[in-house]
């Protein structure tokens, strides 16, 4: 009896364990050359056949009870682990879905390399149902999992750009990033080299390598914005009396830095005869295409947190076109009157403005990220 007791509380604990979810790596810097692969996991089920093929759970099948679904992909078993970031919409992942197809089987063709080699792929800002349909449009042979909020894409530092291609060096305990490149990987050749080379070498011999620095040139797709101090304060100022109606009789606004969600700006306004209090934040964020630029848009909203006003300060659509007038009341009648308090499931089909749908996703998942900012209003009493 005691015997059977013993087992069922190991077996508890083992459980708990097993199941307790590992704690998400933050947005920071992109990883460089040497540098170990930060921690990616995902609750998403994979297949039997995509858990065999990366070789998850050693020992699993004959403890099939304690399979979870949560993984990381430092829990892939191979030497060279290629990640790859896309995303079902950008046209330089479609341009290199046949490439990398003919890379993955080229590896399959050699038994070591198949056995040593493990292809992964990650939809930035895909959900499930878009990441299998890119699989059978493209028809893609290695897994491919969804990071529809984009947590995946963050974690490994906001690259700015898809496809972006990672070949990594693991052990059992341990990674290395071997080779880093954005954009379309256009020679299989040199790919197939630089796999090659990964393999002959140790993670050691990797992290005394000159790190190399990313391919993408900032400062000719607007990452930051070229506009003063000024001329931001009149932005903002712009957006509040967008959603003032009502007779106004003066607009104060502050700038407020908040510790956690960073800078917000506060305005105090008199309008119809009632005192009214609105925030505005000025979002930028890199895009996700590997050519496209920068995207920055304005919210405000009032102490309830329904969004007030939407104002644009640059977004592009297809080939870096700003958008029209259509585009900008398109995107406004979608959010205005919204709460920030809610969940932003952005769905491509209603919710996309024509050829811009992953600038899109963007603007959605930033007002998704909002809530953080009515949460940090709050605490510091200032709603």
């Not at 460089?32 to 995509?50: F, I, M, Q, R």
């Not at 024509?354 to 949460?375: G, P, Q």
Request: glycine content about 4%.
């Amino acid at each position: 009896m005691y015997r059977q007791l013993q087992s069922f509380l190991i077996s508890i604990i083992v459980l708990l364990l097993w199941y307790c979810p590992s704690p998400q790596a933050t947005s920071g810097e992109l990883p460089k050359t040497g540098e170990p692969l930060p921690k990616l996991t995902t609750a998403y089920e994979l297949s039997s056949e995509e858990r065999a093929y990366l070789d998850l759970y050693k020992g699993e099948k004959k403890l099939p009870f304690f399979r979870k679904r949560e993984f990381s992909l430092h829990d892939i078993n191979a030497e060279v682990l290629v990640v790859e970031f896309l995303n079902r919409y950008c046209p330089s992942c479609q341009a290199q879905a046949p490439i990398f197809n003919s890379i993955f089987e080229r590896i399959l063709e050699h038994q070591d390399l198949a056995q040593t080699v493990k292809f992964i792929g990650i939809g930035a800002g895909n959900d499930s149902e878009e990441v299998k349909k890119y699989r059978r449009e493209k028809e893609i042979p290695f897994p491919v999992i969804p990071d529809p909020d984009f947590s995946l894409y963050d974690t490994i530092g906001d690259p700015g750009a898809i496809p972006f291609t990672l070949i990594v060096k693991k052990t059992d305990t341990d990674s290395a990033i071997a080779f880093v490149h954005v954009g379309v990987m256009r020679d299989p050749d040199v790919f197939i080299k630089e796999i090659h080379s990964t393999l002959e070498r140790s993670i050691a011999d990797i992290r005394i390598m000159t790190q190399q620095e990313m391919l993408v040139e900032t400062e000719d797709r607007k990452f930051s914005l070229a506009m003063s101090e000024e001329e931001l304060y009149q932005k903002v100022q712009k957006s509040m009396r967008s959603a003032l109606t009502g007779n106004t009789t003066a607009l104060n606004v502050s700038k407020l830095s908040l510790p956690e969600t960073g800078t917000l700006y506060r305005g105090e306004a008199i309008t119809g005869g009632k005192d009214m209090v609105l925030f505005s934040k000025i979002i930028s964020r890199k895009p996700v295409c590997d050519v496209c630029h920068g995207i920055h848009f304005i919210v405000t909203f009032g102490t309830k947190g329904i969004i007030e006003d939407f104002l644009p300060i640059y977004l592009t659509k297809y080939g870096n076109v700003e958008w029209h007038a259509k585009d900008m009341e398109f995107m406004q009648k979608k959010i205005l009157d919204t709460s920030l308090k809610k969940e932003y499931k952005f769905k491509p089909e209603v919710d996309a403005v024509s050829l811009a749908t992953m600038t899109s996703a963007i603007i959605f998942n930033s007002l998704h990220r909002m809530k953080a900012v009515l949460e940090e209003l709050k605490q510091h009493d200032m709603l």
